[in-house]
């Protein structure tokens, strides 16, 4: 899916739901009336900037600032990859809700789903790159790829989710047997150099000073049931890598 953003709020409505103002600013890709109050009722009968239009799930992720200004992303896709025992991956149940990445870490090893690099550099690290002229920031940001089959969300919002074994094409492990697919977000950032910081919370407080490495990101799934398991089917199991529309471009 190819997303924009749709702009940033002081809200969360996984990890504070109801309270407005009350997060770090988040910028929000997809579904267009994402605020604190959202519930999977209000995304499915909400419109959306992806493309396709039947992913009218929420997705989002700190805004990053230059120089204490914040920064849109220039492009975020949204993929959907066969990562973890790929000919039994079932769709993401409707409603289900997680975040990946720890927002408080005080280090970079505290945070190993952070990765920042330069569009066209073979470099990544966990905190900010001061990209050259003529690149520009990127990040990629991958979610678990096993449910628990039960829960749609949990008290950390990630407990019912979990890494597959043995890295790509691995298995799930018993304590979440269902396999899905590999949400990935690769975000372009129409910036270089160095100023970077992230929206985030340090000592209790909500800043716009937070560190690269503590990166993170939510997922609100509202995809059109039917659409989403036809690309699961049609792309994933099928073994095909596939545009927007769910139909093959190649195998």
């Not at 919002?157 to 690769?186: D, I, N, Q, W």
């Amino acid at each position: 899916a190819n997303c924009a953003s749709k702009g940033r709020s002081p809200d969360d409505p996984i990890v504070r739901p109801g309270q407005a103002g009350a997060s770090h600013v988040h910028e929000f890709f997809g579904n267009l009336t994402t605020n604190a109050y959202t519930n999977l009722a209000s995304l499915v009968n909400g419109g959306t900037n992806c493309d396709p239009q039947a992913d009218r799930s929420a997705y989002w992720v700190p805004t990053l600032y230059q120089n204490g200004r914040p920064v849109a992303p220039e492009s975020v896709t949204i993929y959907y990859q066969g990562i973890t025992d790929r000919l039994n991956v079932k769709p993401h149940p409707q409603g289900l809700k997680m975040v990946v990445g720890n927002p408080l870490a005080t280090s970079a090893d505290q945070n190993p789903a952070a990765r920042w690099s330069c569009r066209g550099q073979s470099q990544s690290s966990r905190d900010f790159l001061a990209c050259p002229a003529g690149s520009k920031l990127e990040t990629y940001l991958d979610f678990p790829t096993c449910w628990d089959g039960r829960n749609l969300d949990s008290a950390d919002h990630k407990s019912h989710m979990a890494f597959g074994l043995g890295g790509l094409g691995g298995t799930c492990p018993a304590s979440h047997p269902v396999p899905v697919p590999r949400l990935e977000f690769l975000i372009t950032y129409p910036v270089t150099g160095g100023g970077l910081t992230l929206a985030g919370t340090r000592n209790g407080a909500n800043v716009t000073t937070a560190p690269g490495y503590t990166f993170h990101g939510d997922f609100f799934n509202a995809w059109d049931v039917a659409a989403l398991r036809y690309r699961v089917e049609n792309c994933i199991v099928a073994g095909y890598v596939c545009g927007t529309n769910g139909q093959w471009i190649q195998q």
